[in-house]
């Protein structure tokens, strides 16, 4: 493990992030993979979460044990919108030409572990497009699971970003986690118009 006092620098100056190769790839029906974290950045980014804490928001339909990127540094949070948004959009668009960047609507680290977390439910998001990056694998179970489509994310290298639209077409929960501990980046991209509020 490369742990240092690097970290935090590394974090809040969003250095080493960027996994500069490009291409989307498609694991299965409108479930697109494109490259985005380098796995050192990964790793730098779930000690951050772990230092600032995870809980869960009882009045959230599909709690979870999260922290936001914003409450790790609200810095970072721009950063990784600002990528987002001149990187990894224009590949989205090769695929889905009719969609339009508004920002983030939210950012989270999301952890499973024993005893505390261990799945999530089948739910949707209420974005225009959702995004996960797995963090980490030294794990077993917690796969992200796409029933309609019938895949999962368990092949997806650390790092690669997966996003699909978000609302009725891909419903989507986290397996049960069988050993360790799970990371991962969930990403909600905004709707046109400011996006609805529920």
């Not at 997806?156 to 009725?168: H, N, T």
Request: charged share 25%.
């Amino acid at each position: 493990m490369d742990a240092g006092p690097d970290d935090l620098e590394r974090v809040l100056a969003y250095r080493g992030a960027r996994d500069d190769a490009t291409g989307v790839d498609e694991l299965g029906p409108d479930l697109l993979v494109v490259p985005f974290w380098t796995p050192r950045f990964c790793r730098a980014i779930v000690r951050a979460a772990e230092l600032v804490g995870f809980r869960a928001d009882p009045d959230d339909p599909v709690p979870g044990h999260e922290v936001s990127l914003a409450a790790i540094s609200p810095r970072l949070y721009e950063l990784v919108q600002h990528d987002l948004g001149a990187r990894i959009w224009p590949q989205l668009q090769t695929v889905w030409p009719l969609i339009d960047y508004h920002g983030l609507r939210d950012a989270f680290v999301i952890r499973y572990a024993m005893g505390e977390q261990e799945s999530l439910r089948e739910h949707h998001d209420v974005a225009q497009v959702s995004g996960a990056v797995k963090l980490d694998e030294d794990h077993a179970g917690a796969e992200l699971c796409f029933p309609r489509q019938g895949v999962d994310n368990r092949d997806l290298p650390v790092g690669a970003l997966l996003a699909w639209p978000s609302l009725v077409t891909h419903p989507h929960e986290a397996a049960p986690l069988r050993h360790g501990v799970k990371h991962s980046l969930t990403v909600w991209f905004e709707l046109p118009f400011g996006g609805l509020d529920v």
